[in-house]
T-cell receptor, first 114, second 116 residues
């Protein structure tokens, strides 16, 4: 089983739509959770951290369910500029390693059209 | 300053060349990472340094050799690479896990490497 699994996508939505991405992680000892955004040929950039209490930043809402080992990202009122790949990232323990690292899901591609 | 600076931005090298990728941050982060990313794939972990010591090596071939000379710098030495090593190499830094609540990582713009 992969450490971090995401919806495969791609998601193609019209402007103004609400879209939700889901992610699950396999290691219950994972410590911190994030959504990153990556534009084509650019580096990943932090979109938001994810907390157990849920957190919101404008049109973006992130949720964490530790019991289910599940993370979500909701984007409301999609804009053309939201088109990107969204990466679910967990700080966890790579197999057979003593240290921790950012472990990435495969990413979900979002395309917002007018 | 939340910047991670990587040099060079682009690199073309032959299979017999030796080159180095450099990464620098001044955020006081004591965890630094190298990732490799191929097109349409997520970043793939290569190495992690924590407090200037190598804490993770994800079975990376020895033609890639990391170095962390101090808490602000991270290098990746390249030697005898293969064409399939062509990729975007990303450096990132963060506070080490467990060192506090703010453990998000910041990425450099990457070095786009082509091996010919």
């Amino acid at each position: 089983r992969k450490e971090v699994e995401q919806d495969p996508g791609p998601f193609n939505v019209p402007e103004g739509a609400t879209v939700a991405f889901n992610c699950t992680y396999s290691n219950s000892a994972s410590q911190s959770f994030f959504w990153y955004r990556q534009d084509c040929r650019k580096e990943p950039k932090l979109l938001m951290s994810v907390y157990s209490s849920g957190n919101e930043d404008g049109r973006f809402t992130a949720q964490l369910n530790r019991a289910s080992q599940y993370i979500s990202l909701l984007i409301r009122d999609s804009k053309l500029s939201d088109s990107a790949t969204y990466l679910c990232v967990v700080i966890g323990f790579p197999p057979n390693q003593a240290g921790t690292a950012l472990i990435f899901g495969k990413g979900t591609t979002l395309s917002v059209s007018s | 300053d939340t910047e991670v600076t990587q040099t060079p931005k682009h690199l073309v090298m032959g299979m017999t060349n030796k080159k180095s990728l450099k990464c620098e941050q001044h955020m006081g982060h004591r965890a630094m990472y190298w990732y490799k990313q191929k097109a349409k794939k997520p970043p793939e972990l290569m190495f992690v340094y924590s407090y200037e010591k190598l804490s993770i090596n994800e079975s990376v071939p020895s033609r890639f050799s990391p170095e962390c000379p101090n808490s602000s710098l991270l290098n990746l030495h390249l030697h005898a690479l293969q064409p399939e090593d062509s990729a975007l190499y990303l450096c990132a830094s963060s506070h080490p896990a467990g060192a506090g609540p703010d453990t998000e990582a910041f990425f450099g713009q990457g070095t786009r490497l082509t091996v010919v």
